[in-house]
């Protein structure tokens, strides 16, 4: 495609920004080409690293005169494409506006900057007794703004919920180039729309978010994890539905099935599980009393044993709590080193639908001989399911592929559930969106699209099925 980065709007870059925190080399812009995700890297013509809200407005008013297109980029650990700039264009990067700007803890709530690392911050929090509880997977090297950005989720989300159950206010940048700010801290804001949860999920097509204000908890002081072997993944789901029907509030239900444990036992140093257990789940329960956390979790290794389970281990010391987080947490990085190329799609259903999803995906794997690798969050019915290719030659592998994606989203949809439950749409799912929404809910968020960025300046391509 022809550049649309001009000379003359480099140098304005320089102005906006300062020399110093503007690429144009190829080499130092590789970085900004791609996220974790399987979408082929594409080059910017441009980054830019952003100070401050005025920067971005700026930079999006140029934008909307000179028709380039713009794509914010947190900490490009998105695994479906959202912030690759395939039109070429301006990266903003939001690294160096990484500052928690206050922790109120009279009101608990925070203000922080679209670009601080998420554990950072929950570092930052918990040194003062208090908790921030989402808890995806990249949370070393993830933002909050990103977060923001996908509404991303985490173990913890069976009981805490996930990223739009705490932002409170935000301020933002519209494709416009206009600075609004809505919210605050409020525990209610029924003034007008919701602002806020339009841009919370729109995959940075709607908005750059520059503040956000964020709700917090106080820490639970104690903490349990048990990891639990299965003879098959039908009797350890069974136990799942089990403890959430008796109510029993644990904060993480984790899916890992066998290949799961086989493939991080392989090359993972010191992962943990039972090689020989069809599947395993990783459950925690915490609390602020001691009795009642050792209450709830010996009810629900009773339910896992009545269920068939092999064991029920329990890891209250720290360091066995990291060793079994390590595990799981490294889940992607384990498969990635036996099948360099993989695909992951992160489907969810009703939470009673995992026995026969699950079942249905065995199905898959044996007609289209492809190694298919589940685990996720059986708590809130989200699963990652992935596709390896290992030996596979590049055209076997891309026509299996293409047809068991759409058997499996096919699944997800027909038992009331949909193509992604936290890792967005972005480019890669794009052309599958409509076998999740109707065709007026679709036209509907086009409309929205238009509305607020009508020379589609901001992340183009995203979401949508090409026109």
């Not at 525990?187 to 995959?203: C, D, F, M, P, Q």
């Not at 891309?398 to 038992?415: D, G, H, Q, R, Y």
Request: proline fraction near 6%; charged fraction near 25%.
């Amino acid at each position: 495609m022809p550049p649309r980065i001009k000379t003359e709007i480099i140098n304005q870059f320089k102005k906006i920004a300062g020399p110093e925190n503007l690429l144009t080399r190829k080499e130092a812009m590789e970085d900004y080409a791609r996220d974790e995700g399987p979408a082929p890297a594409q080059l910017p013509e441009a980054v830019v690293k952003v100070a401050d809200t005025q920067e971005i407005s700026a930079l999006l008013k140029l934008a909307n005169r000179k028709k380039f297109p713009v794509v914010a980029r947190g900490g490009g650990t998105g695994v479906t494409g959202g912030a690759i700039p395939p039109a070429g264009g301006v990266v903003i990067s939001l690294e160096r506006m990484g500052e928690i700007a206050e922790i109120d803890e009279d009101n608990l709530m925070a203000v922080v900057q679209p670009g601080i690392i998420l554990q950072d911050f929950q570092q930052a929090v918990e040194e003062r007794g208090l908790f921030y509880p989402p808890d995806p997977n990249s949370l070393d090297s993830c933002t909050l703004g990103g977060n923001l950005a996908e509404d991303a989720g985490g173990p913890r989300a069976v009981k805490y919920g996930v990223t739009r159950d705490y932002i409170t206010g935000v301020e933002a940048v519209l494709p416009s180039g206009e600075i609004i700010e809505y919210g605050g801290k409020l525990v209610k804001n029924v003034t007008g729309y919701n602002l806020l949860h339009l841009l919370i999920g729109s995959e940075g097509t709607l908005g750059i978010v520059t503040r956000i204000t964020l709700r917090l908890l106080a820490k639970p002081k104690f903490r349990v994890d048990l990891l639990v072997p299965f003879p098959s993944i039908q009797a350890a789901v069974e136990c799942v539905a089990e403890i959430l029907l008796r109510h029993l509030t644990p904060t993480v239900i984790e899916l890992m099935d066998k290949k799961c444990i086989s493939i991080s036992r392989e090359v993972l140093e010191g992962a943990v599980g039972d090689p020989e257990a069809g599947a395993h789940l990783l459950i925690e329960v915490d609390g602020d009393d001691e009795a009642e956390v050792e209450k709830r979790y010996q009810r629900i290794g009773e339910i896992c044993l009545n269920g068939g389970a092999k064991d029920v281990m329990v890891a209250d010391t720290v360091s066995y709590q990291d060793k079994i987080w390590e595990t799981r947490r490294k889940m992607r990085d384990s498969l990635k080193a036996v099948s360099p190329t993989k695909s992951s799609q992160d489907i969810v259903v009703p939470r009673m639908k995992i026995s026969p999803l699950l079942a249905g995906i065995d199905k898959i794997a044996e007609t289209s001989g492809l190694e298919i690798v589940c685990y996720g969050h059986a708590g809130d019915g989200n699963i990652h399911v992935n596709f390896l290719k290992r030996e596979l030659s590049d055209g076997v592998w891309e026509k299996a592929l293409k047809n068991a994606t759409v058997k499996v989203f096919s699944l997800a949809v027909k038992l009331g559930g949909t193509i992604s439950g936290e890792h967005g749409i972005g480019l890669t799912k794009r052309n599958y969106l409509t076998m999740a929404l109707k065709p007026a809910a679709i036209e509907a968020m086009r409309r929205i699209k238009e509305t607020l960025d009508p020379n589609a300046i901001l992340n183009p391509g995203k979401i949508f099925p090409p026109s």
